[in-house]
């Protein structure tokens, strides 16, 4: 078995999303609150805290140069931790992965299920940001309103990279270090809190090829600052291409890991 | 209904299932037994089309489990070892949402759940959260989730796993209401006394191989006999017996004398051998199982 071989998918997969969403409406108020709180606390914290003391990054107000990058960073987080954490108890403690095997749908559309889940979560995180920010003024519309379908394909591509950890995670506690190792560095430096410009060639260049949130929050800057990056349709084509690699790939683990 | 074929199946080296064959009937209940890592589960799980097999031949249905996976698991009923209900959802909603992936309308799935809880007696329960219902509940729930499609075959896999007496009868009860209404059932257990009250046909496993396969109670009289008569073990019994032209294995410190007439081996072996506790007891099931599989400790 290959671990790019196409997966066979029906439309039974949406069964899989249908059931974490029940799930999710059944706690939406506990569900909801972090989404809303985490973007209000980051924006008091850089926007007044360290905005003061910036004039402008990259041509803009601080606050607007990072509002585009909180709302990545929760697109990412979002998916990511669905589909790691999440996905991992449903897998490994609640065996629900099993009982939905012994049904009509295979492994394979159920992993499918729980990815476009993941991208669901991040497109809910970006509904719940987009009306603080926006009563803030510091993101235009109406281009930001293309953040929401935007959210769903940078949201699959955070799940299925976080579906292929999750797979080979001996533990759930392992989980920790793609974690500490992979989400904190691309929090910090995909030019999110400052200007990759301000970087060393090295880094700028790492994060431009392998750090995804760069290409993500490249776009979503374009969109709610109205400017176009030279970047713009590169990190486009970037996130496609990976989104299409690990969404095959990590079906093709789990299915390694959980079909013996 | 099945039908295998020299089907193996390995994990790495390792040979879990070693080229069995059987076959299953429509309407019978077929049990497996065998000690921990005999190879059951694994054979169940191909079964179940979750497991692929490695060699032979497996058909479920007449359809082979390699190419026909979604049309048989359509017509199976599976009630696993471990219990992976749903904790998020109360016992209602996880039948309801269980019905889904079968495909079944809602307003349909509706009345069968209602139905089935009254089945398994958890009509009082329906809105309590899986996490709070006692072992044997959960067990007959997963018992209720298994018949949601009405299947053709039902597996069930050690199906009254540490339940108590009272939940255990009524398992079996369930399973023999099943059985009348005509439905095919496959069952793993490691209680001999379920399989003997409940197995029209079983077959008994070990490191992967099929030792003996038949009607319990052929099976006891065949290779056990009707009765056993327990006896002490000393040598002055043992010697005595050796004379006698008695069946007997000496398992620990008893010895056990097979024999379909146990009342003259009784006084025989009382009035000659001078023996000092005589107990007689039927022969079980469990006879049949250790004498194949011996006393060997298993993990």
Not at chain 1, 96 to 106: G, R
Not at chain 1, 187 to 216: C, E, K, N, Q, W
Not at chain 2, 138 to 159: F, G, I, S, T, Y
Not at chain 2, 213 to 240: F, H
């Amino acid at each position: 078995m290959s671990y790019l071989s196409l997966p066979e998918l029906t439309r039974s997969l949406w069964k899989v999303w249908f059931r974490n969403k029940d799930v999710f409406m059944k706690t939406f108020m506990v569900n909801f609150i972090p989404s809303f709180i985490q973007p209000l606390l980051y924006l008091f914290a850089f926007g007044f805290g360290v905005g003061n003391s910036i004039d402008l990054m990259d041509g803009v107000s601080y606050i607007r140069f990072i509002a585009p990058a909180l709302i990545a960073v929760g697109i990412m987080e979002a998916s990511f931790f669905e589909c790691t954490f999440a996905s991992y108890v449903r897998m490994y403690y609640q065996k629900t992965f099993e009982a939905i095997i012994a049904t009509p749908l295979s492994i394979e559309e159920v992993i499918a299920g729980e990815l476009l889940w993941g991208a669901t979560k991040s497109v809910v995180n970006t509904i719940i940001m987009l009306p603080i920010f926006a009563f803030f003024g510091i993101i235009d519309f109406p281009s930001s309103l293309l953040l929401i379908p935007f959210s769903f394909l940078a949201g699959l591509l955070f799940a299925a990279i976080g579906m292929c950890f999750t797979a080979i995670s001996p533990s759930i506690d392992t989980l920790n270090y793609p974690t500490f190792l992979f989400i904190t560095p691309m929090f910090l430096f995909s030019g999110t809190f400052f200007s990759l410009s301000l970087m060393p060639d090295a880094i700028r260049y790492f994060a431009l090829a392998a750090l995804p949130l760069t290409h993500v929050v490249i776009i979503i800057r374009s969109l709610t600052l109205t400017r176009l990056d030279p970047f713009l349709y590169i990190s486009f084509v970037w996130i496609i291409i990976a989104t299409l690699i690990f969404f095959v790939l990590s079906i093709n683990l789990m299915k390694k890991r959980l079909i013996v | 209904m099945i039908e295998a074929e020299a089907l193996e199946k390995r994990y790495g080296g390792f040979i879990a299932v070693d080229k069995i064959s059987f076959k299953v009937k429509e309407g019978e209940v077929f049990g497996f037994l065998g000690p921990n890592g005999a190879g059951k589960t694994t054979t169940m799980k191909m079964i179940q089309c979750v497991s692929p097999k490695d060699f032979g031949k497996l058909e479920v249905f007449g359809m082979d489990v390699s190419t026909d996976q979604r049309k048989i698991k359509g017509l199976l009923g599976v009630m696993p070892q471990e219990n992976n209900l749903d904790p998020d959802f109360s016992v209602y909603q996880n039948l309801l949402i269980y019905s889904r992936y079968f495909n079944i309308p809602q307003r349909k799935a509706e009345n069968i759940i209602e139905e089935l809880l009254d089945f398994v007696m958890l009509n009082e329960k329906k809105d309590t959260l899986t996490t709070l219902l006692s072992g044997g509940m959960k067990r007959r729930l997963l018992l209720a989730r298994a018949l949601l499609n009405n299947p053709r075959l039902l597996v069930l896999d050690e199906p009254t796993v540490g339940m108590d007496p009272q939940a255990r009868h009524l398992i079996w009860d369930k399973v023999k209401k099943l059985r009348s209404q005509g439905n095919t059932i496959v069952l793993s257990t490691h209680y001999l006394e379920e399989a003997q009250r409940l197995c029209d046909r079983l077959v008994i496993m070990d490191n992967g191989k099929i030792l003996v396969e038949g009607k319990p109670l052929e099976l006891i009289k065949e290779y056990i006999g009707t009765e056993i008569v327990e006896a002490e073990n000393n040598p002055a019994a043992l010697s005595c017996l050796e004379k006698t032209s008695s069946k007997f294995e000496v398992v620990g410190d008893t010895i056990h004398v097979y024999t379909d007439e146990p009342q003259r081996v009784m006084n025989a072996l009382l009035k000659e051998c001078d023996f000092g506790k005589v107990i007689v007891r039927r022969a079980t099931l469990e006879d049949v199982f250790l004498k194949f599989t011996g006393r060997k400790m298993r993990d």
